[in-house]
């Protein structure tokens, strides 16, 4: 069983910065992806960033050039650096560990509220 558990969100200002961290406790071996989706109210949870264990990512289009993920595989956390946060990006948001075999697991989220 594999546990997962985010922190640093909070309330910022427009144009201001939080990191988020997630650290996923168990066992978790092979290949591996961590990600951060967010779901803000009355929309669908969506991607915001994903990084393999090599440490390969993607991001969404809405913030890229703004928010960096990367990971620290010897402590199975992976983070999200977000910078020119907007009132667009308040949402909840949630880690995601994907491992081999179909063993998906969810954070319970963590929330980000940026002010105008």
């Known amino acids: 069983q594999v546990q997962v558990v985010e922190s640093g969100g909070g309330l910022v200002q427009a144009g201001g910065s939080l990191r988020l961290s997630c650290a996923a406790s168990?066992?978790?071996?092979?290949?591996?992806?961590m990600s951060w989706y967010r779901q803000a109210p009355g929309k669908q949870r969506e991607l915001v960033a994903r990084?393999?264990?090599?440490?390969?990512?993607n991001y969404a289009d809405s913030v890229k050039g703004r928010f960096t993920i990367r990971r620290d595989n010897a402590k199975s956390t992976v983070y999200l650096q977000m910078n020119s946060l907007t009132p667009e990006d308040t949402a909840k948001y949630y880690c995601?560990?994907?491992?081999?075999?179909?063993?998906?697991?969810w954070g319970q989220g963590t929330q980000v509220t940026v002010s105008s």
């Open positions: 990084i393999t264990t090599g440490g390969s990512t």
């Open positions: 995601f560990v994907q491992l081999p075999f179909g063993f998906n697991y």
């Open positions: 168990g066992t978790i071996t092979g290949f591996n992806f």
